[in-house]
Nanobody, 120 residues
C-alpha cells in the first residue's frame, strides 16, 4: 500500500523558515517523480516543485529561490526546505507521487497534507 505522510508544518513568522518532510512507503521511491503541491485557503491547487529520479528539480516561479526540494533515497523521504516565507505561502502542502519519472507526470497518490501558516 502506497503511503505518503507529511510532517513539519506549523506556524511561522514572515521571513522565517520551515522544512516539510514526506515519508514514503509501499513503492520504489526513487523510481518516480515526486512532487510538492499546495492549496491556499479558498484557492485551487498550485504546483510547487518536482524532483526526478536523477535528482533534477523544478520550481514554480512563486517559490523559486526560496524553496529547495530534496530526497533521501535511503530513508524514502522527500523534503521541502522553505525560506523567506511570506503570508501568501500559507497553505496546506501536499506530497504526491508521480505516475512516472518525467516532468509532466500526473500524480496518482497524495498525502493527507499539512498546514503551513505564515503570519505575524
Amino acid at each position: 500500500e502506497v503511503q505518503l505522510v507529511e510532517s513539519g508544518g506549523g506556524s511561522v513568522q514572515p521571513g522565517g523558515s520551515l522544512t516539510l518532510s514526506c515519508a514514503a512507503s509501499g513503492f520504489a521511491f526513487n523510481n518516480y517523480a515526486m512532487v510538492w503541491v499546495r492549496q491556499a485557503p479558498g484557492k485551487g491547487l498550485e504546483w510547487i516543485s518536482t524532483i526526478l529520479r536523477s535528482g533534477t528539480t523544478a520550481y514554480a516561479d512563486s517559490v523559486k529561490g526560496r524553496v529547495t526540494i530534496s530526497k533521501d533515497t535511503a530513508k524514502n523521504t522527500l523534503s521541502l526546505q522553505m525560506n523567506s516565507l511570506k503570508p501568501e505561502d500559507t497553505a496546506v502542502y501536499y506530497c504526491a507521487k508521480g505516475i512516472g519519472n518525467y516532468w509532466s507526470s500526473a500524480m496518482d497518490f497524495w498525502g493527507k497534507g499539512i498546514l503551513v501558516t505564515v503570519s505575524s
